[in-house]
Structure formats: structure tokens, C-alpha cells
């Protein structure tokens, strides 16, 4: 899709007119929770089906949270079921042809069959279901980050998915991915440095992140370290909390967030789900899956779609749904949270619930309520579901084009640098100044220093064996910088790949950072080491061949780990990964042989 600049858009959909609605600046700039009564109401003006374009207008500034508004339709994902992989080529080429002609669709796993919905700023949409039913799946289709083996037509103010989209969606995932080395406050600060706006000063910025952290509790253990594996940090639900501060921080027009209570307590659910209401509020479409809420936090919730094994059961108002199934004559027999009654019927656990007459006449099994409930969701819910989506009105076209507007960084390519800079060499600095990691160090030089001690380069023989040394000493840190570059990428990996989808900062920043950080690393490891080697080995003492040798094996080390850096850099974006693993090894092969040349030389 075609992605415009700002100005473009700006000049295009219409006159700038004052912002009739101002105090949304500050909600989108400054404030949090604060406006929300303002807010609120000026939403309750715009709702779905009456947008007034003059109000939107607000919305050109880019800083503003863009109103987005969101509808699904016979959303269906499937993925194909893992096979050993044929070794007969001909038979491989077959089920290639076939997979792509369609004719192996058992081959295949439906995780969604056809979810259809949609929701607007101001409400919260919560997704419910049984584990396994496509909660996940839906979201981040919703969110763009499954995009393959997708149908069914998801649109944001009617228009589909573009990678414009990207830093007006933010994400919670289930999975908290946040740097083990920082504390939370340090999270935060960096999260806010890189994201807010660079009109907002600095006080501005730790005041919002100040705000963010009361809101969530988080002050208790703003100097804590996250931790995670084996660095021992803040707890399960503070993680939580933090992966929310760290998007919400930055206004999200459209917020998913991927079971955010699990791991709270129920008061500090309830409390996430009120801040969550501030949000959405304040003009953002928030969507939430959620495993079981108790009875106060589902009546939260402005729409619910549940859904059973990729089938949704039921689409609407959280507060319609017991009266609809009721309708079905679907009743709980004894008192129950609506949402463990909800969760009951995804599963087709009906112990304590009646059925209605002609249910039981068909003898149910566990299978046949659910196929009922599918059933009675394409004839009653879907067909309102879909002519509402229909039937209301096109998104104003301001709204559509700015929808498509890439929105521009926030701050310099320099000021990207700086920050990133110091967060890599916050994370990365115990690594760098591991004990053990000078021992071994110190330790190879000391020996290769008595093994060579005193070696003199007289004869021909003794030469060859000082080369023997100086090659050793190269292929030592060659391989000390690729695996320095092995360990570290791997982790890294999952916050780059993270960050990168919510377009952060720039990937030149992040390869730049890294190469820079880690040349503490090789600069200091590299020079102890020669400072010991050289002199105990007896090369020449000269100034200037100490030097000399000291810039070489520099050279050697940041050349290796730069480009190590560079290789995993383009693995994770590269659509071709595949064909780049077998030029590891050549160009290493490459470098080697030119290494050993240079020192011959
Ligand atoms: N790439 C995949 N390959 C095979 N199966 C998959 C894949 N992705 C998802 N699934 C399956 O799709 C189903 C739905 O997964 P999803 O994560 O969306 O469930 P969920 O409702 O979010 O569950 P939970 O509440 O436990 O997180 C699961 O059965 C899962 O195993």
C-alpha cells in the first residue's frame, strides 16, 4: 500500500483548523488519566455512526492519537501441519505443487474460521475463550504481525493493514519481552525517550513515565532489575505491569494486549482494567484477551467476542450476552461469574447449565453444544454483526488518508543513537566486565607467553615459529569475537525482532550501537592480552611494532564481531535467511585467508 509523508496528507484532506477538542493534547502528550472525563465525552459526541469531521480535525497534528476504527470480517487462519520433510525431491516438488493448487487441505490446521467484528475508540473489546480457541491468533493478525495464510477482510478506518500502521499499534504480548539487565524505571525512561515526542521535554518525559509508574504500582520497584532465565528479577505480575507501562506510555491508537491479568491479583486485575478504561477513553480502541475475569472486571468491558475452537460462540455487548443466551435457553443452574458461564459454554462443560429442549432431545455430546452454539451464532449474531459493519458509515476520508500516513520518527537518527547507545551498554555491561571472561583472557596470554617465552626470530625455523604464534593469536580473536557475536544476537534477537514491529528506531542505530558497545569488549580484552603475550614472547621492542601488532589484532576483532553483527542484522530481517548461512562460512573462510595474508605481509 502506498505510504504518503504527513505534510502531503495534511495539505491534502483538509484546512488546519483549530483543535476543537484541546484538551486531547495533553492526554496524547503529557497526560494520562487526567482528562479522561473530557475525553470521554468528546467520544461519546463521535460515536461510530455520526462522525463530525470537524472534530477529527485535531487529528492532523501529528502527535494526536489517530481514531481508529476497527472491523473484521470471516477472519480464517490455518497452518499447515508439521511434516518430516520428504527426501525424495520429485515427491517434495508434488506436495510443493499440490499445497500450492490446494489439493492437501487435511494437511492443514484451522486456528480461525471466520471471525467476524469490529470496534471503535472508546470501547474495549475483550476477546474470551477456552486456551487454544485463537485468542492470540486473532490478535495479532489484528495487530499485523500474521499476515501469511490470512483471509477475510480486516480493516482501520476502512482501509487494510500497511506497515504505516505500525507505531500506532502497540502490543503486550503474553510473553513479556523486555531487557533482563535494565530496572524498570530505566525501561520506561528508554521507552519514552524513544517514542514520545521530541516537542515534550525531558521532564516532560520522566513525569509521564513518573505518572505511568504510580498508575501501575511499579515505584516499589522502579531499581529493580527485570531479570528473567537465570538473572533473578522483578516478580510475574510487575513484569506484566511493566510490558504494560512500556506501551501505553506512548498513546497506542490501537492497543492488544495478550492476557494482561494473568499473573494478578484480582484488585490489581481490576485496577488494570479501570487504567485500561482511561485509555480507552482517551480515544484509543483497546483490545484485550482475557481468560477469566471476575464478574466486576467483565462488566468492564464495552463489546466480548467468545470464541470456540476458531468458531466465535458470541459477538456484542459484554452486558447482552447472558440475556442472549439465555434466549437460547442456555441457563446456569446455580450462581456463577457470567465469565466462568461464558467460559463453561466455549468449552461444552454444561454440568450445571440447562439446555434448551431440542439440545437435549439430540442426545448432546460435548461436541454437538458447541456445533449448536456455532450454529445459532451464524444465523442470529453474524448477519448483525456484518450488516452493522456494512451499514454504518465510511470513515471520514481525512481519517482513511491519515490512516496510511507513515508517521515520522519521533526524534533524530542522532538522538536514536544516543539513547540506544546507552541502553545496549547498560545491558550489555556486565557481560563486558565478566571476571571470567578476563581470566580466560589473561590466562591464554600468560600461557602462550610461557610457551613462546623469549622466542627469538634469528633462523628461519624460529621466524616460522613466531608465525605460528601470531596466527594462533589471530584465530583466537577471530573466533573470541564470533562467539561474543553468537552469544549475545540470540537473546537480543527477540527484543530486536520486537522493537522492529513497532518500528522503534531505526535498524543502521541498532547495528551501529552494537558494534560501537561491544568495542569496550574488544578493545580492552585484545590489549591486555597483547600487553602480555608480546612482551613475554620477546617480539621486537620497538614502539612501533607493538603498536602495529596491537592495531592488527584490533582490527581483527572489531572486523569479526562488526561483521558477525551485520550477518545476524540482516538474518533477522532478510526474507532470504536461508541462502545467507552458507556465506557464513565462505566469508569466514574469506577472512581468514586474508587475515593470515596481511600478517605475512
Ligand atoms: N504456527 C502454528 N502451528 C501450529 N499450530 C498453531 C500455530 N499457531 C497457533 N497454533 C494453534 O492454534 C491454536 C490457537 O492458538 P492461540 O495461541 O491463538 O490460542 P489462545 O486462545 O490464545 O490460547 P491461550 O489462551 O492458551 O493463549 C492452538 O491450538 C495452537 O496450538
Redesign the pocket.
Known amino acids: 500500500m502506498e505510504t504518503r509523508k504527513e505534510g502531503e496528507i495534511e495539505d491534502m484532506s483538509m484546512p488546519l483548523s483549530s483543535p476543537t477538542m484541546g484538551s486531547m493534547q495533553i492526554a496524547g502528550g503529557n497526560g494520562f488519566g487526567h482528562n479522561i472525563e473530557f475525553m470521554s465525552q468528546a467520544y461519546l459526541r463521535n460515536r461510530y455512526s455520526e462522525i463530525d469531521i470537524e472534530d477529527y480535525t485535531v487529528y492532523a497534528d501529528k502527535d494526536q492519537p489517530l481514531p481508529i476504527f476497527l472491523k473484521f470480517e470471516d477472519v480464517e487462519y490455518k497452518?499447515r501441519?508439521?511434516q518430516p520433510a520428504s527426501i525424495n525431491p520429485v515427491r517434495a516438488v508434488m506436495s510443493k505443487l499440490a499445497s500450492q493448487l490446494n489439493l492437501e487441505q487435511d494437511k492443514y490446521?484451522e486456528?480461525l474460521k471466520g471471525v467476524t467484528g469490529s470496534t471503535s475508540p472508546g470501547e474495549i473489546l475483550a476477546l474470551m475463550?477456552?486456551?487454544?480457541?485463537?485468542?492470540?491468533?486473532?490478535l495479532k493478525i489484528i495487530g499485523g504481525r500474521l499476515t501469511d495464510n490470512v483471509k477475510g477482510n480486516i480493516t482501520y478506518n476502512d482501509i487494510p493493514y500497511s506497515p504505516a500502521l505500525k507505531r500506532r499499534i502497540g502490543f503486550v504480548t503474553?510473553d513479556d519481552i523486555l531487557l533482563p539487565q535494565l530496572t524498570v524505571e530505566e525501561t520506561l525512561v528508554f521507552s519514552a525517550f524513544l517514542r514520545l515526542p521530541s516537542d515534550m521535554s525531558l521532564q516532560q518525559k520522566y513525569a509521564k513515565v513518573e505518572m505511568i509508574m504510580k498508575e501501575l504500582g511499579l515505584e516499589r520497584c522502579r531499581h529493580t532489575r527485570i531479570g528473567g532465565g537465570l538473572v533473578k528479577g522483578i516478580s510475574g505480575g510487575e513484569r506484566k505491569r511493566t510490558s504494560i507501562g512500556y506501551e501505553i506510555l506512548v498513546d497506542p491508537s490501537l492497543l492488544l494486549l495478550?492476557?494482561p491479568t494473568s499473573g494478578l491479583d484480582s484488585t490489581s486485575a481490576n485496577k488494570l482494567i479501570h487504567i485500561l478504561q482511561g485509555v480507552a477513553k482517551a480515544g484509543r480502541t483497546v483490545i484485550t484477551?482475557i481468560?477469566q475475569p471476575s464478574s466486576r472486571m467483565f462488566h468492564m468491558f464495552d463489546k466480548l467476542l467468545l470464541?470456540s475452537e476458531?468458531y466465535p460462540i458470541y459477538s456484542g455487548k459484554g452486558r447482552d450476552c447472558m440475556e442472549y443466551f439465555s434466549s437460547l435457553r442456555f441457563i446456569p443452574e446455580i450462581a456463577m461469574n457470567p465469565a466462568e458461564f461464558l467460559l463453561d459454554l466455549a468449552t461444552g462443560q454444561v454440568n450445571d447449565i440447562s439446555l434448551p429442549e431440542d439440545l437435549v432431545a439430540s442426545q448432546g455430546s460435548v461436541d454437538s453444544e458447541r456445533a449448536y452454539l456455532q450454529l445459532k451464532y451464524k444465523t442470529h449474531l453474524e448477519p448483525k454483526e456484518k450488516e452493522e459493519n456494512h451499514r454504518s458509515t465510511k470513515a471520514p476520508q481525512h481519517l482513511q488518508m491519515a490512516i496510511q500516513v507513515k508517521k515520522d520518527w519521533t526524534i533524530t537518527w542522532w538522538e536514536q543513537f544516543t539513547i540506544i547507545m546507552k541502553r545496549t551498554f547498560r545491558e550489555r555491561r556486565r557481560d563486558y566486565f565478566d571476571k571470567l571472561r578476563l581470566l580466560q583472557s589473561l590466562g591464554v596470554s600468560v600461557l602462550l607467553g610461557l610457551l613462546w617465552w623469549k622466542s627469538s626470530a634469528a633462523t628461519e625455523a624460529q621466524l616460522r615459529d613466531q608465525i605460528g604464534l601470531l596466527f594462533y593469536i589471530c584465530i583466537f580473536w577471530t573466533s573470541s569475537s564470533i562467539f561474543g557475536a553468537v552469544y549475545v544476537f540470540p537473546f537480543e534477537k527477540v527484543y530486536l525482532v520486537k522493537e522492529r514491529k513497532a518500528d522503534m528506531y531505526r535498524l543502521s542505530v541498532y547495528y551501529v550501537c552494537s558494534t560501537l558497545c561491544d568495542m569496550v569488549a574488544h578493545v580492552l580484552y585484545p590489549t591486555s592480552f597483547m600487553l602480555i603475550v608480546y612482551f613475554m614472547a620477546g617480539f621486537k621492542r620497538t614502539a612501533i611494532c607493538f603498536f602495529l601488532s596491537l592495531f592488527t589484532i584490533l582490527l581483527i576483532a572489531i572486523i569479526s564481531q562488526g561483521r558477525d553483527d551485520g550477518l545476524f542484522v540482516v538474518d533477522v530481517v532478510s526474507s532470504h535467511r536461508r541462502l545467507l548461512r552458507p556465506a557464513y562460512t565462505e566469508i569466514y573462510a574469506v577472512d581468514e585467508v586474508l587475515i593470515v595474508h596481511v600478517l605475512w605481509l
Do not use: A, R
Request: proline share 5%.
Open positions: 497452518v501441519n508439521h490446521k486456528i475463550g477456552p486456551s487454544g480457541s485463537g485468542k492470540t491468533t486473532l503474553q495478550d492476557e484477551t481468560h470464541i476458531g
